[in-house]
């Protein structure tokens, strides 16, 4: 099990930051390029909304690097689905013209307790990770699915995907110039600090998969506790058995 500091290195904080605005800059690009199509409508609401939503985060980010540095900002109780609903301007406006973005709740209310501005630079590096994946048209998958008092955050794409040996240096930092380098050590800290679990999947030309799995906020006498991690975790299920020939690296 990950140890996690409640003080968060200066540094790191700093590369992170820096990473999220990366990740903001490539949303205002994307949606500026697609203008250049010439959008009627609620398209063009979308992407417009799109760049104002990245530019005011993105204010927000730099004035926290400039002000004492980015120190996490207090978590939030909120439901999971209506959050990443609300994302999906900023999510298809940085997929492009050429990738599809669906999103798949679960049936009924998903409670949290997160950083939500944590939890939607994550989002965001994982679809611009897997926008880089795709070398034609594609599609990345939203997927929540709730287990007992957790819920899994999945995202997924149909792009090239990676060898083993590229997934485990992308996730601990080897990487740090590609584009999936320290962007996925930024969602592996997220995750640990919310006292979850993380999993990657991936295979050469068959796209990739990652697993967030997070505690839900449940209701216990009248106080709010998260839930632990469910001692089924470890357990392969039956879909996970019928590929397990496919890369998979648990972080």
Do not use: Y
Request: glycine fraction near 10%.
């Amino acid at each position: 099990m990950h140890s996690v500091s409640l003080h968060r290195d200066p540094d790191i904080s700093t590369r992170e930051t820096i990473h999220d605005l990366r990740n903001l800059f490539g949303v205002v690009a994307s949606a500026r390029h697609m203008l250049d199509d010439r959008p009627t409508g609620d398209r063009r609401t979308l992407l417009l909304d799109a760049i104002e939503d990245a530019a005011l985060r993105g204010g927000r980010l730099t004035s926290a690097m400039l002000g004492q540095g980015r120190s996490g900002g207090a978590a939030t109780r909120f439901d999971l689905n209506e959050h990443l609903a609300g994302l999906g301007s900023l999510m298809r406006a940085r997929a492009g013209r050429h990738v599809e973005i669906r999103f798949e709740p679960a049936a009924g209310p998903l409670p949290v307790k997160l950083d939500p501005a944590d939890l939607d630079a994550v989002i965001l590096e994982l679809v611009s990770n897997a926008c880089a994946a795709f070398v034609k048209p594609g599609v990345i998958r939203i997927r929540t699915r709730r287990l007992g008092g957790r819920v899994r955050l999945i995202v997924a794409d149909n792009g090239r995907g990676v060898s083993a040996a590229e997934l485990h240096a992308a996730l601990h930092g080897f990487e740090q110039s590609s584009v999936n380098g320290s962007g996925l050590v930024r969602v592996r800290h997220f995750v640990e600090t919310a006292h979850g679990r993380l999993r990657f999947r991936s295979r050469e030309n068959r796209g990739s998969i990652a697993s967030l799995n997070l505690p839900l906020v449940l209701k216990v006498a009248g106080a709010e506790t998260a839930a632990t991690a469910p001692a089924r975790w470890n357990r392969m299920t039956r879909k996970e058995i019928r590929h397990e020939k496919r890369q998979s690296i648990t972080a």
